[in-house]
């Protein structure tokens, strides 16, 4: 183990010289990577039965990024430029292979070593966060290729090699001897040796088959996301097909046996990359798109080598192994609804003892307090300080409510542990402190002109790009345990009925309603002035002086009853002061509920008690039987033996004539009880003898 850090310390120390923040998860905690490293060999499974290798419990694990919109713009590009393969990102991005459909989270691309073995690294990143510089699933594969049965693998690629493009087009035909050389060339690909790596490269590229393999070695789906074509660098222009993106199942395995949350691959350039889930508390479904949109068009993902029944039974075996969800997306014609399939992906799941992601989660929040020191003075001075201040979106809230008595906002991480609006506030010292503790409805009502003001001035400078010197303003109180998102609706449009996606920038309003009503958002406010009440698109914004000085188009009115402000959509339609009235409204009511439920069954329960407190009881002491006459008189069995011992009826000794049989001890169990089980019946007694 000491050699395999000292292996990698020369390096860390030499990157931290020139980079603040590592630009790998492992280099967070060398002990926990190394850890995982010898866990990889002890969890494989190699049969000699003709079963392909495979891992025991190691292939569950996955990887998901903590959030980085928590940090300030300038921090957050560093923390990019350190992680992201932001040139794979952009052009997937660009070539809508990923992150278009705006329904299902953003995936970003970890940086990956481009040494031939690629594929392999960013596998294993994606589910351990450490590359496979050990070459564990290499020399596995590898291994597996040769010990294996592979007569299933051959057949599958050489059908899927007839199907090819490549083939179709030119008319080419392969003989026996052609098949085993190309086949041995494959195996040969995938050797762990550098000696026969070809291309500049430390290893050999690997292909689709390859692929295939790997994922019956670790049971779980393989989806990559690529372009069809292979492009020119300078001009974009297409040179080839390319066959790699699309959906790789373990078809050698029962879908049983199988982990049905898939690993995402990127692929561009020749290069692979794991394409992970940002961990937040965004409304967007954790889901990969199972199909492709081009021009408004939709298409199913390939499935790879799949045989001529299972083509048949292609939507069958997607269930089967992977998580299907349906996802309702617009299309490309106005007025047009698509509902696609989509693969739900897995969370982070990583044990504590193996977590890189928190090591180095940890790393940067250290490395930013020192960053901000750092640039804390030189900022003030030079005044850059306030262009590189975050401008917090609702994200930036924290869901814990502002320490100022009666304040009804939440905090935010950079003014924590107050609202902006407080801690603008605290800043100015103790003037007017009656007026920072007055109560929160007092507070949200007397600046709701200027903040909703501030919030139209600040939809405007979003959508037009031209960030305003404004300070941020208080947060409102939009925690996300007042809003209930399901899992397919997402934060759904405004418009009644639309099943799709709502963007700030648009006012709440999806792409397609916001196009459809002709407005833009950076329209200039119409500057006539408002006779009577306003239409439900028009809304007037009162200044300082208390005059109606402009019109904006792209707003609404407050939802609530004769309020005459404008509603935010990130209030469900509501002012601040309305949306805290309806929230009270609804916690009354819910309160009340309770409270009358709580009343029906105590009262319940009091008739019960009353009702069982006048039942008369046998006047006999051994006997609990209810009298159905009045009190001080033994009950009819205690009556029927008496009188057959007065008359001698009774036959040896008295004692053993038959004693009454008296109810269960037990509350409220109708049983009759017995000497054996001391005066309980049996399951009662058999009850208290487990449970006390």
Known sequence: MTKTIHKFSGFFLQMAGSQIIPQALYLSNMLKAVKIRERM?????????????????????????????????????????????????????????????????????????????CLMHAASQYMWGVQDVDLVLRKTLFSALQEADTRNF?????????????????????????????????????????SVAQGGLQYNSLEEIHIFVLVNILRRPIIVVADRMIRSLQS??????????????????????????PIVLGYDSMHFTPLVVLKDSGPEIRAVPLVTCERGKFEDLKVHFLTDSEE????????????????????????????????????????????????????????????QENSGPSGRKTGRREQLE???????????????????????????PYCHECFEQKQQGNKGRKQNLRTGSEKSWAKSSSSMKGELAKFAAQSCEKPGPEKPRS???????????????????????????LNVQYNGLCERCYNSTGFSPCD???????????????????????????????????????????????????CQKCFIEAQSKRLREARRTEDQQGRQQERRDLQQTTASSQKQ???????????????????????????????????????????????????????????????????????????G
């Open 41 to 117: 060999p002890e969890d494989l499974v190699k049969c000699a039965s003709g079963i392909i290798h495979h891992f025991k419990s190691m292939h569950k694990y996955t990887v998901e990024m903590f959030r980085i919109c928590q940090f300030c713009l300038a921090f957050q590009e560093i923390l990019q430029k350190a992680l992201i393969d932001q040139a794979t990102q952009t052009s997937l991005e660009r070539q809508q292979k990923l992150n278009w459909c705006r329904e299902v989270k953003k995936l970003l691309p970890l940086k990956t070593n481009g040494d031939g073995n």
């Open 154 to 194: 051959k057949l599958r690629w050489q059908r899927e090699t007839l199907k090819s493009q490549e083939f179709v087009a030119t008319g080419l035909c392969y003989d026996t001897r052609n098949w085993e050389d190309e086949w041995e060339n494959l195996i040969k690909m995938a050797s762990a040796e550098t």
């Open 236 to 261: 974009g222009s297409s040179f080839s097909p390319l066959n790699v993106g699309g959906i790789y199942l373990p078809l050698h395995w029962p879908p049983e046996e199988c982990y049905r949350y």
């Open 312 to 371: 048949r039974e292609k939507e069958k075996l997607l269930r089967e192994y992977l998580i299907v969800i349906e996802i309702p997306v617009q299309g490309w014609d106005p007025g047009t609804t698509h509902l696609i399939n989509a693969a739900k992906l897995d969370e982070g799941n990583l044990p504590k003892d193996i977590n890189l992601v928190e090591d180095y989660f940890q790393l940067v929040l250290h490395e930013y307090k020192n960053w």
């Open 390 to 416: 975050l401008h917090l979106p609702q994200l930036s809230l924290v869901e814990a409510k502002c320490e100022t008595p009666n304040c009804p906002f939440y905090m935010s991480v950079s003014t924590q």
């Open 475 to 501: 947060a409102p109180p939009t925690a996300p345990s007042l809003f209930l998102y399901s899992e397919t609706t997402a934060m759904k449009c405004r418009t009644p009925g639309c099943p799709f996606t």
């Open 524 to 574: 200039n406010p119409d500057t006539s002035m408002l006779h009577g009440r306003r239409s439900q698109r028009t809304s007037p914004v009162l200044g300082h002086s208390g005059t109606s000085v402009t019109i904006y188009q792209n707003t609404v009115s407050c939802l609530g009853r004769e309020c005459g402000t404008i509603g935010s959509t990130m209030l469900e339609g509501y």
């Open 617 to 691: 009881r046998c006047a006999t002491a051994s006997c609990r039987n209810n009298l159905t006459s009045r009190s001080g008189e033994p009950c009819q069995q205690c009556v029927r033996v008496s009188q057959r011992i007065q008359s001698g009826s009774s036959q040896g000794d008295p004692s053993a004539e038959e004693l009454p049989k008296q109810r269960c001890r037990a509350p409220a169990c109708d049983h009759y009880g017995n000497n054996k089980c001391n005066g309980y019946c049996n399951e009662c007694y058999q009850f208290k003898q487990l449970y």
